[in-house]
């Protein structure tokens, strides 16, 4: 099945920094995957996606970019500001209506 | 639209007692998915329907878990009987068409 890695698992910045995180994946049939942000007590919520025909979306300050040939795929978070401060999570499908395949998340703390 | 519902929201029991989560995914979406949460595992996939009918069940950890989706507007994830190791957060999402999955809040399960 498939396997999600992903690093690192703190990563604490200055606000307005940047961020990134990154994850590797072992299916190279996965062709879907999503970030999920959670913040403490709440429900995984997704802040951007991109599929497999794609190398890099945007959305704002926030960025994915997708390398097939080596299985890994990574989220940039630009000019950081407090409320970006939560657990972020990387996945990967196989598309269509598969489940996820979750890393073990990535806690990211903004410095004032 | 009120997002994927799941109830109830915190569950306390004890060893060797049967327990059982509910979730209402969103209306019209056609996938409905069971994740389970804890601090050594993070997300994991248990279980997942398309159309209402089981698709991938793999992840179901033993025997004692037991899912069903007998309408397109209702799930149970049934676990019997309970035992201490079983104490996470169960989340359920759904999706339509092998887009973006959406997460209820949420069912704290503790059991002593």
């Known amino acids: 099945g498939e396997n999600v890695e992903q690093h690192p698992s703190t990563l604490s910045v200055q606000e307005g920094d940047s961020a990134v995180i990154k994850c590797t994946y072992s299916?190279?049939?996965?062709?879907?995957f999503p970030w999920y942000k959670q913040e403490l007590g709440k429900r995984p919520q997704l802040i951007i996606d991109?599929?497999?025909?794609?190398g890099e979306k945007k959305d704002q300050r926030i960025a994915v970019t997708l390398n097939k040939t080596a299985k890994h795929f990574s989220l940039h978070i630009t000019e950081t500001q407090p409320e970006d401060s939560a657990v972020y999570f990387c996945?990967?499908?196989?598309?269509?209506?598969?489940?996820?395949?979750f890393g073990k998340g990535t806690h990211l703390i903004i410095q004032p | 639209d009120a997002g994927v519902i799941q109830s109830p929201r915190h569950e306390v029991t004890e060893m060797g007692q049967e327990v059982t989560l509910r979730c209402k995914p969103i209306?019209?979406?056609?996938?409905l998915f069971w994740y389970r949460q804890t601090m050594m595992r993070g997300l994991e996939l248990l279980i997942y329907?398309?159309?209402?009918?089981?698709?991938?069940d793999s992840g179901m950890p033993e025997d004692r878990f037991s899912a069903k989706m007998p309408n397109a507007s209702f799930s149970t994830l049934k676990i019997q009987p309970s035992e201490p190791r079983d104490s996470a957060v169960y989340f359920c999402?759904?999706?339509?068409?092998?887009?973006?999955?959406?997460f209820g809040a949420g069912t704290r399960l503790s059991v002593l």
């Open positions: 996945a990967a499908s196989g598309g269509g209506a598969d489940g996820l395949t």
């Open positions: 991109i599929r497999s025909n794609v």
């Open positions: 299916d190279s049939a996965s062709n879907y």
């Open positions: 329907f398309n159309n209402n009918v089981p698709i991938d």
């Open positions: 999402a759904s999706s339509f068409e092998g887009t973006i999955q959406y």
């Open positions: 209306s019209g979406h056609n996938s």
